[in-house]
């Protein structure tokens, strides 16, 4: 039986949890204060252990294959390089990895040092509505175009009590999500010409509120982007074949347009096997590709390192 470290107690820890309780894994989890471990014990009826990693650490327990890291932003790449020079070789680690660019950066490094396999995880990547979208565009040849809004619901971070170093990236922290996405389904940039404009209101996020760009993929497509938060809207993304437009509005969601009619059809998975009902969505997918060393779809280290360029020149950070 493969043994999991799952480190975190929040609520992003609970649905990594709830995923992994219906696997064949043993699983510890590892909490820093008594609060957070005692939440996630009336939520999970699992006990987790208490004071952090280094505590946990230095009772020298068993390395062990997998992690998964769901603490704070904050601690993202401090926590994973923890396990990482502990000997851990595979680890899944929440987006986006850590606070900026030199975070990206230094567990790249770390991974290539200890020949450790990191990967992001970007969820979104493993809906059934993109699986479906990735069969039918092979069906149909390719993607030939693609764009794509990233447009923030900016009144909801006052709400939720967004701390303010993830507004100030809220690109990479947030946005991301979607770009990762657009850029999994219609292709890595090749060439891409980013704008801003030079008179945010957004007093947190001065370098941009309003984007927008194009480019050509590695495999010849061309997309366009654009997204203004100070304006009401909210993520999409439409690839287009030859034969079909596949949009993707909520993300969750797949609806086809096929040639010679102006109807969209919203695509209805059966309830039966709707694992994304069940769990987050695409969270299974993703822990079990995760564990069975399926990496084909994972956002590895090496690729979220060059994303991260690409997320800078999109937000002029």
């Not at 945010?200 to 997309?223: D, E, Y």
């Amino acid at each position: 039986m493969k043994h999991i470290w799952l480190i975190g107690a929040g609520l992003m820890a609970q649905e990594y949890f709830k995923v992994l309780s219906t696997l064949n894994v043993s699983i510890s989890v590892v909490g820093r204060g008594s609060k957070s471990a005692k939440k996630f014990k009336n939520a999970t009826n699992f006990d987790c252990v208490e004071g952090g990693l280094e505590k946990f650490l230095s009772k020298k327990p068993k390395v062990v294959e997998f992690a998964i890291v769901a603490v704070n932003v904050r601690y993202l790449t401090k926590v994973s390089k923890q396990l990482i020079s502990y000997g851990i070789k595979s680890i899944l680690i929440e987006k986006p990895g850590g606070l900026n660019k030199n975070d990206i950066e230094s567990l790249y490094e770390s991974s290539i040092t200890h020949k450790a396999n990191i990967y992001i995880a970007y969820n979104r990547r493993f809906y059934q509505s993109v699986d479906l979208a990735q069969r039918m565009i092979d069906e149909d040849g390719g993607v030939s175009s693609f764009s794509f809004n990233f447009t923030e619901l900016i009144y909801r971070l006052e709400e939720l009590q967004v701390p303010l170093v993830e507004r100030k990236m809220l690109l990479l922290y947030n946005s991301s999500h979607v770009i990762d996405l657009a850029f999994f389904l219609g292709g890595v940039p090749n060439t891409i010409k980013c704008y801003h404009n030079d008179n945010s209101k957004i007093n947190w996020h001065q370098t941009s509120s309003i984007f927008s760009g194009s480019g050509v993929t590695r495999n010849g497509a061309l997309f366009s982007y654009g997204a203004n938060w100070e304006s009401p809207g909210r993520w999409e993304l439409i690839i287009n074949t030859l034969k079909r437009k596949l949009i993707f509005c909520p993300l969750e969601e797949l609806k086809i347009q096929e040639h010679k009619s102006f109807d969209t059809i919203k695509h209805r998975f059966d309830k039966e096997t709707d694992i994304d009902n069940k769990y987050k969505p695409g969270l299974f997918k993703l822990v079990e590709a995760f564990l069975h060393k399926n990496d084909i779809s994972l956002c590895r280290i090496e690729e979220m390192r060059q994303l991260t360029d690409i997320y800078y020149k999109i937000a002029n950070y």
